[in-house]
């Protein structure tokens, strides 16, 4: 039907700077990088699922699904070690507050 529109069949490592990334996104893809990252932290601290998804107010299967990608991720693993972190994971994407 579409012969041109596929998904690519190779992977290609591109880095993409945090600004651009920005401006390629939309502003609720932006705000759930920010939450997977916030969840991702509260992960490595050891919180419970239920009460990561009440902190950063989503539902608890993306907070599964953020933990699995946490799992099997060796980079992921690596990132979000505490000793890695310093005192908070904040400084990347700006803070992730509960808005009221």
């Excluded at 979000?80 to 990347?92: D, Y």
């Amino acid at each position: 039907m579409y012969p041109y529109v596929s998904k690519p069949s190779t992977d290609h490592s591109v880095t993409v700077p945090i600004e651009i990334l920005k401006e390629l996104l939309t502003p609720s893809e932006w705000r759930m990088v920010k939450a997977r990252f916030y969840i991702m932290d509260l992960l490595s601290e050891g919180s419970s699922i239920r009460s990561i998804a009440e902190r950063a107010q989503v539902g608890t299967d993306t907070v599964v699904r953020s933990a699995r990608k946490l799992e099997d991720s060796s980079k992921l693993r690596e990132f979000f070690k505490k000793e890695n972190m310093g005192s908070s994971s904040k400084w990347i994407f700006g803070s992730v507050k509960n808005e009221e």
